[in-house]
């Protein structure tokens, strides 16, 4: 009897303790609020060393800051190539990968043409279009020249400069994951402004539950609902960042061959990956790209899956999501088979 008593007290202690260590906490960096959850013994310290890795790539990307790395490469751009840290290296390097698999959609080189736009801040309008003809000139992934054994990295031209506002969320995504590995976290939820990585599972063992926001409705209304382990979830749309004029949306997706915001048909496209960087660099080009190559490519990737929505409020999926991942939840969509 006393043994049983123990045990059940023993139980209790160890498990409360750990239920107990369940860590939130919410900041703001990378452009976008950060929504940091953990379990485990050493959780707090775990979101502790992750929020400041998140400033430090923070220092080291934002085209913002002036003495970024980023910031660096752009100010001497068409003069000299400029030494930076492994992270902004490794970065540029995966973000021009993604050009090449997306056959420029995606396009790093893309600054001139956001700041144009300067969708998201106050002085956001339609450009005249002799400006955009223009900037569209500096707009290319192939000018930006690689030294592996310098670290370095040169815009070939005058007056190009680098944004890698579609990818490093999911490059520091993957570094969260790492530090809570670390810290032998096995069930957190790491948010940077809906680039998700669900690590391990829920506390109780079961799936995190993800939701896709529905486009035309508010946030946290949901198309259908992901269920996932171990996964990143990215989704790029048109719903976030945006202003409206002559009834007419103009989003932060800058298409880099027209140097207009997107217009194909997609205006949600969600990356499942094992990575966040695949799936932040991955999302933002297949929105642009269209959903018959959007669908094609992703399928060509191993370990990597995607739903897309179009305008008509078709729900398309990879051959990956099965009824097992994805629910549909609102019935004014459809399921393209
Ligand atoms: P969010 O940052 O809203 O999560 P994305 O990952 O899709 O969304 O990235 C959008 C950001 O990427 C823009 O704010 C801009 O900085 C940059 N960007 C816009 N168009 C492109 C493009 N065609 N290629 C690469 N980056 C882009
Ligand atoms: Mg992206």
Known sequence: MIGIIIAILFFVFVTGKYEKHEVANSSYALGTLI?????????????????????????????????????????????????????????????????????????????????????????????????????????????????????????????????????????????????????????????????????????DGSDWKVGIQSPFKSRGEYVGILSVKNKSIVTSGNYERYFMKDRKRFHHIIDPKTGYPSESKIISATIISDNSIDGDGLSTGVYIIGIDKAMKIIETIEGIDAIFITEDKKVYKTSGIDESIFTLTDSEFFEEL
């Open 35 to 203: 929504n940091l959850r953990a379990s485990g013994n050493k959780a707090q310290m775990a979101i502790d060393k992750a929020t400041e890795r998140l400033n430090e790539i923070d220092d080291r990307m934002s085209a913002f800051k002036e003495s970024s790395d980023i910031s660096k490469v752009n100010l001497s751009a068409g003069t000299m190539a400029e030494k930076v840290n492994s992270d902004t290296y490794f970065v540029v390097k995966k973000a021009i990968e993604y050009s090449e698999i997306l056959e420029g959609t995606f396009d790093p080189t893309i600054r001139p043409l956001v700041t144009l736009w300067s969708i998201g801040t106050k002085e956001e309008k339609i450009p005249e279009k002799s400006q955009i003809e223009k900037t569209l000139k500096l707009v290319n992934y192939n000018d930006v020249i690689f030294d592996e054994e310098n670290n370095s990295i040169m815009l070939k031209n005058n007056n190009q400069a680098l944004d890698v506002g579609g990818i490093a969320k999911g490059f520091a995504a993957d570094e969260v994951r790492d530090i809570f590995y670390q810290h032998n976290i096995k069930s957190a939820l790491i948010d940077l402004g809906g680039n998700i990585f669900a690590l391990g599972s829920k506390e």
